[in-house]
């Protein structure tokens, strides 16, 4: 069986070849069976005849023995029909049925114990025989006498083929019809991964969809992994289209301003430099976050320290905004379960995003499972922190100027099994938070 065979192929061929043997072996038996007990009332036939022969021998004055009445069954005096019977031992000739004509069976020897035993012989048309026969002693006469009955086989091979005939009919109509049922089961078992494979194929037409189920215990487990497949597909598939709608439209303002300059004929070769650099800049913010989201597979229990990362992030953006103040609150030794360089995109990112809108202050708070970084900046109302946190929302659709920062801190964080949270900060701006979701 090729390996492109289909499972029900394979199921049916296997439960096929199981009910052949079955029906073979079966059908062994049973003929041997039939056979042995066909061959065991056969014998029985032909003991009761060599009873009646006895019972009907007798010796004659002159010292012959002589049948003295029928046997009861006229095949005996019909030449060659079948059934014989023949005494023989003492003086003279052999005694014999009319059936044997001038055919004389072969004589055994005699037999220590008297009993009648069965065997084989040939007859006068070269039929084979089956024969019961013993020794007899009459009072009158010390020397035993051989006394045989003989019956020809045929009607006992007769049916012995009728019987095969039977039998092989009625098997091999059993077998078809149970063949017939394996493959209806094999249909009605296998349904459910045929409906699954249906599933399958309309997903393939139909991207973004589940399987439905409900499915049986045995494919449970299988089409739950499938849909998780097909969910982790679909967000791939959606934190890629996020990756391209953030960068095209983060694009268009730099590229406008470039083009602008490069139309108005006395190019800003500052202003030039400034739009490439942020062009670059946010190239790279989305290359960083697709190879982040490309290496899922990190080291269990991997750590870093907040305060070294969070220091050196304070550090750079007080010289870029010097008339911020910048202050980094660590409570002790609080590390973040992940990359040093992804916990520094996170906080560099917010930190730059609340130096940016605040007035004077920004401080940096890390806690176990938070890291919260606040302004005294005018803040944004709570319609526009809830469509900042949403899959996919760009917030320089809603608010000028804040770039893509914090949407790409919300990826980075549910990538590490946390959540960005947008509110009002008590210094009056924004505080944003990075939350570790907990663990079931």
């Given amino acids: 069986m090729g390996p492109s065979s289909s499972l029900r192929s394979r199921l049916i061929l296997a439960a096929a070849l199981w009910v052949v043997a079955g029906l073979v072996a079966a059908g062994l038996v049973l003929r041997l069976s039939f056979e042995d007990s066909l061959q065991r009332t056969f014998q029985l036939r032909l003991l009761s005849s060599l009873r009646a022969l006895v019972a009907a021998a007798e010796v004659a004055p002159d010292g012959r023995v002589i049948v003295n009445r029928s046997l009861g069954d006229p095949r005996f005096d019909q030449p060659y029909a079948g059934w014989y019977w023949q005494i023989s031992g003492f003086k003279g000739p052999p005694v014999r049925s009319r059936s044997l004509w001038d055919f004389d069976l072969p004589v055994e020897p005699p037999s220590a114990d008297g009993q009648a035993r069965f065997g084989t012989a040939i007859g006068p048309q070269g039929e084979r025989l089956l024969t019961a026969e013993r020794d007899l002693t009459f009072a009158s006469n010390p020397e035993p006498v051989h006394v045989v009955v003989a019956a020809t086989r045929s009607d006992l091979d007769a049916e012995i083929a ?37 599933d399958l194929a309309a997903l393939r037409r139909t991207p973004g969809g589940r399987l439905n189920g409900p499915f049986p215990a045995e494919i449970a487990p299988l089409a739950e992994a499938l849909n998780t497949v097909l969910d982790h597909d679909a967000d791939l598939i959606e934190r890629a289209r996020t990756h391209v709608g953030n960068l095209a439209h983060g694009l268009k303002t730099p590229l406008a301003v470039v083009k602008a300059e490069l139309d108005s004929g006395h190019a800003d070769p500052a202003q030039i430099d400034a739009q490439v650099e942020r062009i670059s800049r946010m190239v790279e913010h989305h290359l960083t976050r697709a190879r982040t989201e490309a290496t899922l597979t990190r080291v269990a229990g991997s750590e870093v320290a907040v305060a070294p990362v969070a220091g050196d992030v304070a550090r750079t953006l007080a010289r870029v905004h010097p008339t911020i103040s910048i202050r980094v ?16 995109e996170m906080i560099g990112n917010l930190t730059e995003n609340a130096c940016k809108w605040a007035r004077s202050r920004v401080v940096v708070v890390a806690r176990p499972g938070l890291l919260s970084i606040e302004d005294d900046g005018p803040g944004l109302s709570e319609a526009e922190c809830q469509a900042v946190t949403r899959r996919g929302a760009r917030l320089d659709e809603a608010i000028p100027g804040h770039g893509l920062g914090l949407s790409i801190v919300a990826d980075l964080a549910r990538l590490y099994g946390a959540r960005l949270e947008l509110g009002r900060s008590d210094l009056g701006g924004l505080r944003a938070e990075i939350r570790l979701e907990p663990r079931a």
Avoid at 163 to 192: E, K, M, N, Y
Avoid at 329 to 344: C, H, K, Q, R, Y
């Fill in 162 to 198: 009728r019987f095969d005939t039977v039998l092989l009919l009625s098997f091999a109509c059993l077998g078809a019809g149970l063949v017939v049922a394996v493959w209806f089961q094999a249909g009605f078992g296998l349904r459910p991964l045929s409906r699954l494979a249906d």
């Fill in 329 to 344: 609150e660590i409570e002790g030794n609080v590390t973040f379960p992940a990359e040093s360089d992804d916990l520094a």
